[in-house]
């Protein structure tokens, strides 16, 4: 039996991606709407109903009526949008984070994937907030570049303009420190307050880089470069997708440089632990349209249909 398989939403960044991959695999039937038909409220909810998995790669609001839509109770739905990411009834969708979000994902019916920044960022906190070497009230900061992509369909038009544009150099943004990814990074990570976080875009068209420094002096017992990086290494030990890569690693790059697009075009994540006497920075490298969109989201359904996590990735 091959499962029916339908995505809303699919002429935006993440839907083209996610159909890009389901389309080379034989074990899925692809339910396609009519592309006149796609913004048609009940040509939509009778896709929706007829499908195993729905994936919502929508805005917020269309995507909160997506699910308003299903009256299906087999009906499983994946949501790419940042409505349900903090929603305790959805399972967060970054299995690697602990047994317990494994085991979500796979017996849920709604699963919301993470944010591309988020997915970095959490990777990083979250394990040192549940091995009780990040206090929950520590000031986090964080840092972050990523390739013009994930602006999706309206960003990517700007900096591919033929006319050209004015975006020669990275861009600060979200300058109000109220990005979409901060709740999801505050309340998944386990953190008291939100963390400051401060994302830029650059003149390429994917990959990212998600930084945090620490003061080792606020750690829960003064944790070395060295102890941080075992502690977090073993964390992810059994894992496929997320790689801690060997202290010193980035001292055989050019320049000792950790670029941004590394791991583009797979479903991985490496993590970079670095630092001093005094400081420690723990650095992220992800493919935004990857691990941090349309591969998560693979990986979520494949958990939830009892694949393989690595079918298709």
Same mark, same amino acid.
């Not at 299906?72 to 984070?97: C, Q, V």
């Not at 979250?126 to 206090?135: E, T, V």
């Not at 700007?158 to 990005?179: C, D, K, W």
């Not at 941090?292 to 958990?303: D, E, F």
């Given at each position: 039996?091959?499962?029916?398989?339908?995505?809303?939403?699919?002429?935006?960044?993440?839907?083209?991606?996610?159909?890009?991959?389901?389309?080379?695999?034989?074990?899925?039937?692809?339910?396609?709407?009519?592309?006149?038909?796609?913004?048609?409220?009940?040509?939509?909810?009778?896709?929706?109903?007829?499908?195993?998995?729905?994936?919502?790669?929508?805005?917020?609001?269309?995507?909160?009526?997506?699910?308003?839509?299903?009256?299906?109770?087999?009906?499983?739905?994946?949501?790419?949008?940042?409505?349900?990411?903090?929603?305790?009834?959805?399972?967060? $969708?970054?299995?690697?984070?602990?047994?317990?979000?494994?085991?979500?994902?796979?017996?849920? %019916?709604?699963?919301? *994937?993470?944010?591309?920044?988020?997915? &970095?960022?959490?990777?990083?906190?979250?394990?040192?907030?549940? $091995?009780?070497?990040?206090?929950?009230?520590?000031? *986090?900061?964080?840092?972050?570049?990523? &390739?013009?992509?994930? &602006?999706? %369909?309206?960003?990517?038009?700007?900096?591919?303009?033929?006319?050209?544009?004015?975006?020669?150099?990275?861009?600060?943004?979200?300058?109000?420190?109220?990005?979409?990814?901060?709740?999801? /990074?505050?309340?998944?990570?386990?953190?008291?307050?939100?963390?400051?976080?401060?994302?830029?875009?650059?003149?390429?068209?994917?990959?990212?880089?998600?930084?945090?420094?620490?003061?080792?002096?606020?750690?829960?017992?003064?944790?070395?470069?060295?102890?941080?990086?075992?502690?977090?290494?073993?964390?992810?030990?059994?894992? %496929?997708?997320?790689? *801690? /890569?060997?202290?010193?690693?980035?001292?055989?790059?050019?320049?000792?440089?950790? &670029?941004?697009?590394?791991?583009?075009?797979?479903?991985?994540?490496?993590?970079?632990?670095?630092?001093?006497?005094?400081?420690?920075?723990?650095?992220?490298?992800?493919?935004?349209? $990857?691990?941090g969109s349309s591969g998560a989201a693979i990986q979520n359904m494949n958990i939830m249909l009892g694949f393989d996590e690595n079918?298709?990735?």
């Amino acid at each position: 039996m091959k499962y029916k398989i339908y995505v809303d939403g699919s002429e935006g960044t993440t839907g083209l991606k996610i159909n890009e991959r389901l389309e080379k695999r034989d074990d899925i039937e692809i339910l396609k709407i009519d592309p006149e038909k796609r913004k048609d409220i009940n040509e939509r909810k009778k896709y929706i109903n007829n499908a195993d998995i729905v994936f919502l790669c929508l805005p917020d609001s269309a995507a909160k009526e997506a699910v308003s839509l299903t009256e299906n109770p087999s009906t499983k739905i994946i949501d790419a949008s940042t409505a349900h990411r903090t929603n305790s009834d959805w399972a967060y $969708g970054l299995p690697e984070l602990s047994k317990g979000h494994r085991e979500k994902i796979q017996i849920s %019916k709604r699963v919301a *994937v993470p944010g591309c920044y988020a997915t &970095g960022f959490i990777s990083i906190v979250y394990p040192l907030i549940a $091995g009780n070497l990040l206090p929950k009230d520590y000031p *986090v900061t964080s840092h972050a570049l990523s &390739g013009y992509s994930g &602006g999706g %369909k309206k960003l990517i038009a700007q900096f591919e303009a033929p006319e050209g544009h004015s975006f020669e150099s990275p861009q600060l943004y979200a300058l109000g420190l109220s990005h979409k990814h901060i709740p999801e /990074m505050t309340v998944i990570s386990g953190l008291e307050q939100a963390p400051i976080f401060s994302p830029i875009v650059c003149s390429y068209f994917k990959g990212m880089s998600v930084c945090v420094p620490l003061y080792r002096k606020l750690l829960s017992g003064t944790p070395s470069v060295e102890k941080i990086h075992a502690f977090i290494a073993d964390y992810y030990s059994n894992e %496929k997708f997320v790689k *801690v /890569m060997p202290l010193g690693t980035e001292k055989e790059f050019p320049n000792s440089f950790i &670029g941004a697009t590394r791991v583009n075009d797979t479903n991985n994540l490496e993590i970079y632990v670095t630092g001093n006497e005094e400081q420690i920075m723990l650095v992220s490298v992800l493919d935004n349209l $990857g691990k941090g969109s349309s591969g998560a989201a693979i990986q979520n359904m494949n958990i939830m249909l009892g694949f393989d996590e690595n079918t298709g990735l």
